[in-house]
């Protein structure tokens, strides 16, 4: 099982669609499957998704951390050229 680190959401990266996971215990994770990775809020490393699988995590899947409150998105490979 790998552990994955979150990202945090960008300013003005406004949510097109889906909506925003608020943990409500920092000792639950939100999501729980039964895929091979773990994801961590990208601030304190708390644990926001167990189990889950990659294609799961998609930028759709945005997940607010209960200890910090920071709002994290597991998708990582942005596209660069999207940023000017
Ligand atoms: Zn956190």
Not at 4 to 24: N, S
Not at 28 to 49: K, Q, S, T
Not at 51 to 58: E, I, K, L
């Amino acid at each position: 099982m790998a552990t994955i680190t979150m990202r945090q959401i960008r300013d003005g990266e406004v949510p097109f669609d889906g909506g925003t996971a608020i943990q409500e215990a920092a000792d639950r994770p939100v999501f729980r499957g039964n895929g091979p990775d773990d994801y961590l809020c990208v601030e304190c490393g708390n644990v926001l998704a167990t189990a889950m699988h990659r294609v799961q995590m998609t930028k759709k899947v945005r997940v607010r951390c209960a200890r910090c409150a920071t709002v994290n998105v597991a998708v990582t490979e942005e596209p660069e050229a999207m940023a000017r």
